[in-house]
């Protein structure tokens, strides 16, 4: 740390993106990324949108949100397109928390949230989730918080009902709720139809995920228009450019060829239906995943050494540290041929371990 760096930062701890290794080519199912290639209209439309670099990109997103909008069923000032959808919930932190509005999210979810908490100096409670990870409902009724949700949560993958995030929105209209819905389309339903009821209601999408986009960093947010002007205030005293066009093309090109991402999303929820068949023969369990990844857990060997002896045989899977979560490992749901791989792989790790 140089001793420039202001003192409001000096204890934070940054997130920590997952291995990104450019020296080994593994299997690698460890970012939650698609294993399929953006769809080939993207490609065309990124490819055409280079050409015009040398000029800004439109700060509105005009194409874009028109498209989106009309796919969405909302209107154009109930859309905001941001820098990945972390850029969007930096937003929403920015913009509706503070000491009289502090945070509330589950104790295990998404890392982020609790770094943008801290990175902006915002108060936040964690709330454990129940013992099979699922989140308590109860604990989220009338508790006059900003309440951040990952539908389906990560890295468990379970998903809540569309009624159980109505009553969490309903029994909180003092406070901003904010739907994480990075991984909504494997499985889970969105509540993108409740904005048009609640005021205090703000979804959030990302591109990296479903729509083959990661590398791209195409995020949004859907909400009242009041919401959305206000985290159009944080984007424009921020940065107004906040997304590039050849992103911004690539976001339409997608979006135009939603078959070629629904297609996508059907082969990860078949592929994640094999593989928890393939992981409960060989003694694993598993929370009900709704997501392109599945949380497992062997009866007999240790969550660190299955996913120390998957990496040195060239399978990449995510483990976390944290005393509750040790035992599990997080699987990306990949193409058929890799968790083939995977599967074979983890057989040999076991047959080593056991
Ligand atoms: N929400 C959740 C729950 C995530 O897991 C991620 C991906 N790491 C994001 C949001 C952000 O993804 P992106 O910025 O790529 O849209």
């Known amino acids: 740390m140089s001793r420039f760096f202001s003192s409001k930062y000096k204890n934070l701890v940054p997130y920590t ?15 939650n990324e698609s294993p399929f290639p953006p769809s080939q209209k993207a490609i ?6 280079a050409k015009k670099l ?7 997103c005009r194409e874009l949100v028109k498209i989106a909008s009309d796919n969405f069923g909302v209107d154009k000032d109930e859309i905001l397109f941001t820098n990945g959808s972390d850029e969007i919930l930096n937003f929403a932190f920015m913009a509706f928390c503070d000491s009289a509005h502090p945070a509330a999210f589950p104790d295990i ?10 990175l902006n100096g915002v108060p936040y409670e964690k709330i454990p989730l129940n013992e099979d990870f ?8 009338g508790i006059n918080k900003t309440i951040f949700l ?6 468990t993958g379970i998903a809540l009902s569309v009624a159980d995030i109505e009553r969490i929105v309903s029994s909180n209209p003092d406070n901003v709720v904010i739907i994480d819905e990075a991984y909504v389309d494997f499985g889970a339903e969105s509540v993108i139809p409740l904005i048009h009821k609640y005021n205090n209601l703000i979804v959030t999408q990302t591109f990296s995920k479903s729509r083959s986009l990661a590398g791209g960093r195409l995020g949004f947010g859907i909400a009242c228009k009041e919401l959305i002007a206000d985290m159009n205030t944080v984007k424009y005293s ?3 450019y906040n997304v590039n066009s050849m992103t911004m093309a690539t976001g339409v090109g997608t979006l135009l060829d939603d078959e070629y991402t629904k297609e996508n999303c059907l082969r990860i929820a078949e592929n994640r239906q094999w593989t928890t068949e393939k992981l409960a023969e060989i003694g694993f369990s598993f929370t009900e995943s709704k997501a392109n990844f599945i949380f497992v857990k062997h009866e007999k060997a240790d969550g660190k050494e ?11 899977v995510r483990h976390f540290d944290s005393a509750r979560l040790c035992a599990y490992n997080r699987i990306t749901i990949g193409s058929r041929e890799q968790m083939q791989i995977f599967i074979n792989t983890l057989k040999e790790v076991l047959e080593e371990i056991l």
């Open 306 to 316: 299955i996913y120390l002896k998957l990496k040195e045989k060239g399978v990449l």
């Open 17 to 31: 993106p997952g291995e990104q290794p450019k020296d080994t080519q593994y299997v690698k199912l460890n970012t």
């Open 150 to 155: 990952a539908n389906p949560n990560a890295p």
């Open 54 to 60: 040398h000029l800004y990109s439109d700060p509105e």
């Open 109 to 118: 979810t998404y890392g982020f949230y609790s770094v943008f908490a801290d």
């Open 238 to 240: 921020t940065n107004p």
């Open 44 to 49: 065309e439309y990124a490819s055409d949108a």
């Open 134 to 141: 699922s989140v308590n409902v109860e604990d989220y009724i």
